[in-house]
T-cell receptor, first 114, second 112 residues
């Protein structure tokens, strides 16, 4: 069974479109995250939710909006996609909030904006 | 907010020991140091975590000096399958300070 899953794995779209990436974890964890990894492999946190409550909201354009319908799911919606949004987006979860908790990452979603 | 600095890349050969040092000069009292490994086209996965001194598990060892301003991940007798990017993460365990900063990662290439 996949612990942290993301869909889709690949996403190719045109500039200006709106798209969503879904994430689900079956580990029973309280905290979930979205990270963006650029072409230089820098892994930057975007958002974090703890029990459906937003606890980390880094400097991310308003076009990005996370939603957590329940603590097992954290989706990422992106409006008006731009070329610079092309990257790999990783979802992760940890048992509790706090940087000392082991994070379990999903396989990533490679987004390509044309 | 503790920022980390790692070497961009390192080359090694099978059977050698690889040591990767991460600098985190402004680490806070409550911060833990965690290392992750990432293979191509996969998400990072946890390797080891420590707060001070030395931690060892079946995969690696983590050395943390008394001032905690740096840490060294040691991979004993690497194999080709250890070729990956290794990230150092300094995280605050306090609920209010939940910032997570990954470094740029160190690309380790193990050669035959």
């Amino acid at each position: 069974d996949t612990a942290v899953s993301q869909t889709p794995k690949y996403l190719v779209t045109q500039m200006g479109n709106d798209k969503s990436i879904k994430c689900e974890q079956n580990l029973g964890h309280d905290t979930m995250y979205w990270y963006k990894q650029d072409s230089k492999k820098f892994l930057k946190i975007m958002f974090s939710y703890n029990n459906k409550e937003l606890i980390i909201n880094e400097t991310v354009p308003n076009r990005f909006s996370p939603k957590s319908p329940d603590k097992a799911h954290l989706n990422l919606h992106i409006n008006s996609l731009e070329l610079g949004d092309s990257a790999v987006y990783f979802c992760a979860s940890s048992q509790r909030r706090g940087g000392n908790n082991e994070q379990f990452f999903g396989p990533g979603t490679r987004l390509t904006v044309l | 907010l503790a920022k980390t600095t790692q070497p961009i890349s390192m080359d090694s050969y099978e059977g050698q020991e690889v040591n990767i040092t991460c600098s985190h000069n402004n680490i806070a009292t409550n911060d833990y140091i965690t290392w992750y490994q990432q293979f191509p086209s996969q998400g990072p996965r946890f390797i080891i975590q420590g707060y001070k001194t030395k931690v060892t598990n079946e995969v690696a060892s983590l050395f943390i000096p008394a001032d905690r301003k740096s840490s060294t991940l040691s991979l004993p007798r690497v194999s080709l399958s250890d070729t990956a990017v290794y990230y150092c993460l300094v995280g605050d365990r306090k609920a209010a300070g939940n910032k997570l900063t990954f470094g740029g990662g160190t690309r380790v290439l193990v050669k035959p």
